[in-house]
């Protein structure tokens, strides 16, 4: 299958990375037009996104551990390798997979330090990996002798292996469990702490159980797929690759049992190849699609390639939210029908929209055509700033697990002290019974600077922006170092200083999101030639020159407060409109209301008047509100101030809303 | 607390019945300012309700009977008594409750038999009746010694009794074997066959064991306040009040477990009389209300009475669709915050309609005030119709449980030997694995002519139509037999004549809908004198005279279809329109469009033309709709044909919408 596909068809092999070796990024296909460049290559080094990783560092990564040790998921591993489960078990099924993502977050963020380079960032780095050893050390005491890693499942009084494939979630464990120890090879190649080993030897057994003569079937829970396909790619063995390919192509069979939602719940209604659009769970659905994509890059399946790119584009058109979530369904996690898109109802997980991003960040990479790499990189910007962003409180150590686009009624404030049992709870909580998104959050900032740029062997191309340091080489020792200067999203101005560069002519590709019609680009030489200036359209633009140290490309992206419509065919936002500027979605929030004429007027009776656009005052993007006319109450108008989705619930119980009716 | 509740205020006691004895119907306040007629004294002779009597008497209750046996949830009674649980048992954990509203439905469909009176009924109620003695007898062989009966609880290898209220439907099972043990006692109030005391033992056992000094908590799932209250009505036991009283006071006090949906699921969160409005699971929140109402009449409770009246108010402007259906969340089966009611989620219970209808018709039963009984009745109308009358398929042999307003993908058929687990399946199934829909509706269309009439000291007042015999006595004497005559709802002409009268005054009061404007109404003397014709405006009309064999009065409701705008505050169905014609909500379905110019346009790219209204043609009512323009594509306009909403999905997988958008 893999040899022959190869053969037939499929992408160029992916560049190779400055230092020979592998990238320090979670993805790096084998196949690719472009390659990622890793953590020691871009570093994020100010601005929105970098504060965010240092809360991450310093807040929500002490926090995940506090809680996995409070709660026994930690403790867990050492209750198996002291022979003392089941009994003292604690938590969900999956709780494993919560440690592994936790680990895959310390070992980013020691990479992260290492590109930084200072003595304090060493120090930090050091800690980190005296935790990482004790941690990693406690899950390998649990391994049994031939590879099998589990806590919940196995031994005498518990469920045996492998029994429970619809919901036990041991393949989904694993799957984390090797992206954990993919960061860690990549971060820090030569560590001995034997985190890869274990990983090697689960994997080994994973591809001898469910093999071609094993266990025809899947986990009910995708993520095994990826795991075993980027392991492979860390490690070089390709059995690890076939094994993500037959987990891939035995989904849809129809292997696993019919449940009360549907196979499609967990995508095993429809094979990967003929499916048109994700359905069913969103998380199981994205991390499916994004393995799949590994899959058929790295096997040259380019039909397999070509149908998830199509499920892409139908399910950003017609199951996305305009903050880039996933999922209408509380009930079962779930994508609903095209255009089921309820605010009120939104789950919007927040690891779907991670797991969205995974999905979106792959085809990027395989996408020979930089119109549809912008177009990928759009919905990854959208998803980051306004699901991901949104997730964790201000001092990241609390989190929406669903991120509704429409608060009726204020929620109680969550005790930081009590581990929430909703995932739809209206304000932020500490932790959850089930706890997948916090740890999902801390690896997707620890890891974040991977998402934004890449490299072909004609030069380097910026997909999202923020203030970084990027230091390349093309081959040959063709050096490129560039700055990137900037205060997006609240300024559109992206100043790219080219700090070092070969003699020769490469291009600079400049991602122009989908949002900045009337877009300007500027070069400005270093030896004083005149500035050339040109329009920049939606997708990808290329500077192609022999760029001079201290040349200066400028993209100024019109970030002017808009007014967005719905889909018509979105019937739970129709009259409606969103406010946008650049890549944030705008929220009315109650707060915002005292102080004007309409406090304390329910956010339900009040309409936006549409014949005003959205302007900006006082740093704020404000709109004109009236109360609607109701019997015997005057009309009331006033300015109100929105505030960044990303930011609402940050100041106590309130109601929120996106989508604001026009009458 | 009864006794002082009642001596300071209250209603006054209820009219006694035409017999002195009890009305043949589920509720029979000890107090009110009417009284039900009953089955013995309003009989459906045909038409809409009458063709869905026949059809359940036919079709649904044996379709029952079938599904009980075959899925072993009435063989579980046989392993009770055999000693032979738990190892054999079927069914989930409520599944007895299913057997007793089974029975119920058959001892109501006696009733209805024994009404009317001849050779055919008689025979029809004897098979029912031999049916009934047999599940009878099996029910009573299963009960032990002191008077407990479930066949999930209590024995070697089961949970013990009362060990879980919040899931384990121990007492729910209860309350409907009380039910069906008033059904059995007003149908026939002689019968030998023991139903009657196999519910008094368990209903002494309750409320020894809930008692004063008993276990102070609750049911998770309310019911057994309504079976209580009538058991202790039909049986003249006013310890049974006193227990259904102690269970209402005690809801809300928090003493069952908080969980993941929060106490508001099972409405422990707050006190039924501090409570504003329903809310958690829409079948739960109404079954207490129900018998909230049954506890404040007869205790002469007026502050619990007025704080439900107010939950009803609020509740259905503000969380009913309108189709009459209640619960917008599939996820808990739940009600949503105020107006949030998408339709393509909605969940729309089949059995939260009925708890709707026994909550509406116990507030009717209850109010002094005519115009409110009338708001009552129209709730109640308007949920029979569109809610009631849909679940079923036109057999009566598979039904809806979730009754969606918005079908965005044609469903697959239902196989009709299949259980299907689950509920929100877009074609109706045979059973579920929670079958609780078929049913309750099956008891309420055997008793259903109960809710068409009352009678208070002054007169008869019809609260619903259709063409029945109408035979009662006001007391001493004064008997009163009416003929009521019309095609309603196809035709609003309601014609009703009097065919025995006293000789002294008496009122007839008919109910206006609130829909029914320019309502006028005729008085036609038998006499020959002239036409008195008046206006009839929304609420309940009187005509009080001294009436003469022979007299007729005529309501002639304008039932032309009409487009019904949303309340501008449900977010869902912004800028759409939905058509009524009379009690009927119309729906928009895909077959329809066949023939038509938009033959195969999806639903989705519709809007309807708001500028022509809703007219009627060959029978049907149709409505102009346009195809919305979309680049590259003509614009279509055709007229199409609605469906009664109750009618859609007999014609094969179809999409289908009630609302409409305009733009």
Redesign the interface.
């Known amino acids: 299958m893999t040899s022959t596909a190869a053969a037939a068809g499929g992408l160029p092999v992916a560049p190779a990375a400055a230092s020979g070796g592998s990238p320090v990024a979670p993805v790096v296909p084998a196949r690719g037009v472009r390659r990622p460049l890793g953590l020691d290559e871009v570093r994020l080094t100010d601005g929105f996104w970098a504060r965010r990783q240092e809360v991450n560092a310093t807040g929500t990564i002490p926090h995940i551990g506090h809680w996995l040790d409070r709660e026994g998921w930690l403790g867990n591993f050492d209750l198996a390798a002291a022979g003392r489960l089941p009994e003292g078990r604690r938590g969900r099924e999956f709780s494993d997979s919560e440690v592994y993502k936790y680990l895959e977050a310390i070992a980013w963020e020691i990479g992260r330090q290492d590109a930084a380079g200072s003595a304090d960032a060493a120090a930090a780095a050091a800690d980190l990996d005296a935790r990482f050893r004790d941690v990693v050390a406690r899950v390998a005491a649990a391994q049994e002798p031939d590879g099998y890693l589990n806590t919940k499942f196995g031994r005498p009084g518990q469920e045996p292996r492998w029994s429970d494939l619809e919901w036990g979630h041991e393949l989904y464990c694993l799957g984390h469990l090797f992206q954990a120890a993919v960061a860690r090879r990549r971060t820090r190649p030569d560590a001995d702490d034997g985190l890869v080993d274990v990983a090697r030897r689960a994997a080994d057994l994973v591809s001898d159980v469910f093999g071609p003569t094993g266990i025809q079937s899947v986990c009910g829970h995708a993520e095994i797929e990826v795991g075993l396909a980027e392991l492979g790619r860390a490690l070089d063995e390709p059995r690890y690759l076939e094994q993500a390919e037959r987990f891939v192509e035995r989904r849809g069979q129809g292997t696993l049992a019919?449940?009360?939602?549907?196979r499609s719940y967990y995508q095993d209604d429809v094979p990967v190849r003929e499916a048109t659009v994700l359905r069913g769970h969103a998380v199981r659905a994205n991390y499916l699609a994004a393995g799949a994509v590994d899959v058929a890059v790295d096997s040259g399946d380019d039909a397999l390639l070509g149908a998830l790119r199509d499920q892409w584009a139908s399910t950003a058109a017609r199951r996305t939210y305009v903050t880039g979530g996933q999922g209408?369904?509380?009930?079962d996690e779930a994508f609903?029908?095209?255009?089921?898109l309820?605010?009120?109802?939104a789950y919007s997980e927040t690891c779907a929209g991670i797991a969205s991003i995974m999905f979106s960040e792959r085809l990027l990479l395989a996408d020979a055509d930089p119109t549809e790499a912008a177009r990928h990189a759009d919905l990854v910007e959208r998803t980051l700033y306004n699901v991901v962003a949104t997730s964790p409180a201000d001092d990241g150590r609390s989190f929406y697990y669903a991120n509704t686009l429409?608060q009726?009624?204020p929620g109680a404030p969550a005790d930081p002290e009590v581990v929430s049992?909703?995932a739809h709870s209206s304000l932020r909580a500490p932790w959850f019974e089930v706890s997948c998104c916090p740890p999902n959050v801390a690896r997707t900032f620890a890891s974040l600077a991977a998402y934004f740029a890449t490299a072909d062997a004609d030069g380097v191309q910026l997909h999202q922006y923020a203030p970084a340091r990027i230091a390349t080489d093309l081959g040959g020792g063709r050096a490129i170092a560039l700055a990137v200067e900037t205060s997006y999203p609240a300024d559109g101005l992206v100043r790219v200083r080219v700090d070092a560069a070969p003699g020769d002519a490469w291009t600079l590709g400049l991602r122009v999101p989908s949002w900045a019609d009337g877009a300007r680009l500027r070069v400005i030489a270093a030896d004083g030639a005149p500035v050339e200036v040109q329009d920049a359209h939606p997708g990808q633009i290329a500077v192609a020159r022999v760029f001079a140290v201290g040349d200066v490309v400028e993209l100024d992206l019109p970030v002017a407060p808009r007014f967005t419509e719905p889909d018509?065919?979105t019937?739970?936002?129709?009259?409606?409109l969103a406010v946008e500027r650049g890549p944030e979605v705008f929220a009315l929030e109650s707060v915002d209301l005292a102080g004007t004429a309409l406090a304390g007027v329910d956010l339900?009776?009040l309409v936006v008047d549409a014949s005003v656009g959205p302007r900006e005052a006082d740093g704020r993007v404000v709109v004109t509100l009236r109360r609607?006319a109701t019997a015997g109450e005057p009309m009331i108008a006033a300015e109100a101030a929105l505030v960044p989705y990303h930011e609402w619930a940050e100041r106590g119980p309130s109601t929120m809303r996106i989508?604001l009716?026009t009458?």
């Open positions: 019919d449940i009360e939602w549907g209408s369904h509380h009930q609903g029908d095209d255009f089921e309820p605010s009120d109802r429409h009726r009624r049992p909703r018509p065919r019937d739970a936002i129709r009259g409606t339900a009776d609607r989508w009716p009458s």
